[in-house]
């Protein structure tokens, strides 16, 4: 298995590295399980107080991999990727030590819900980011577990529906993210730091206070939105809408003048 996710420790910090820029760290079935082995060995490393995650390329990451779908039924690929999207950020808020998102480039769809759910965001000023599923037919129904309790009702508001870009200055005055920065690796390096001079104990209860209401709210809802988001994926407006993604076309949605 080719290594999708780069793991290394440096003292307290353990790294992880969305590391497939060719598909735009997009999140397949591959990456994912990689990601949750590498949470997996930071958890059980008593060293390890915080976990970083990072990205190579110019996109953090681009949200679930379509590529996939070959040879599948769509309706089984949907469900089974819904599933292991809504597993993932649940992973990352019950995690026991903090996880600082490092972002420096771009971020699309899904790729929202990972900001979302890490503890601790540091994206560079020159980043972007954008929720599209509604121009291609779909909507942002499981990510909305981890967005809605970071973003301001106005900014979920316009970006869930508009698709437009925003960057990091938006982001962080919305709540999306923590920090925008001109020098992230500095910044990340102070917050590690600081991070790391908690003990173990005292980084988990604090973490859980934070987490348990937006926690509440994810295990309320998260049969219905992974249910919703898998329904949405295998509609007739969807297929429509990926395909004039790919075809690079305006859609053609039903009852509409270009129908």
């Known amino acids: 298995m080719s290594a999708l996710v780069g793991y290394a420790v440096d003292g307290p910090v353990a790294r992880l590295t969305l590391d497939s820029p060719d598909n735009r760290n997009a999140l397949s079935t591959t990456l994912v399980e990689q990601l949750h082995q590498g949470f997996t060995d930071a958890v059980a490393d008593p060293g390890v107080r915080v976990v970083v995650l990072g990205h190579t390329g110019g996109t953090f990451c681009a949200g679930a991999d379509l590529s996939e779908a070959a040879g599948r039924d769509p309706g089984d690929l949907a469900v089974d990727r819904a599933r292991e999207m809504t597993r993932l950020l649940r992973r990352i808020l019950e995690l026991p030590v903090p996880v600082v998102g490092v972002i420096d480039g771009h971020v699309r769809a899904g790729?929202?819900?990972?900001?979302?759910?890490?503890?601790?965001?540091?994206?560079?000023?020159?980043?972007?980011?954008?929720?599209?599923?509604?121009?291609?037919?779909?909507?942002?129904?499981?990510?909305?577990?981890?967005?809605?309790?970071?973003?301001?009702?106005?900014?979920?508001?316009?970006?869930?529906?508009?698709?437009?870009?925003?960057?990091?200055?938006?982001?962080?005055?919305?709540?999306?993210?923590?920090?925008?920065?001109?020098?992230?690796?500095?910044?990340?390096?102070?917050?590690?730091?600081?991070?790391?001079?908690?003990?173990?104990?005292g980084l988990a209860t604090s973490k859980a206070l934070v987490t348990a209401p937006i926690l509440e709210s994810f295990d309320r809802r998260a049969e219905e939105l992974t249910a919703q988001s898998a329904q949405l994926f295998v509609s007739e407006e969807a297929r429509e809408g990926m395909l004039a993604f790919l075809e690079k076309r305006q859609p053609r949605w039903a009852g509409s003048a270009e129908s």
């Open 111 to 201: 790729g929202l819900g990972l900001v979302g759910a890490c503890d601790v965001v540091v994206a560079g000023s020159k980043s972007t980011f954008a929720l599209t599923e509604a121009r291609i037919g779909v909507a942002p129904s499981i990510i909305s577990l981890t967005l809605l309790p970071r973003m301001t009702s106005r900014a979920a508001s316009r970006y869930f529906v508009t698709g437009e870009k925003f960057g990091a200055a938006e982001a962080a005055d919305m709540g999306l993210i923590t920090i925008a920065s001109d020098d992230v690796d500095a910044t990340v390096a102070e917050l590690t730091a600081a991070i790391s001079k908690a003990s173990p104990q």
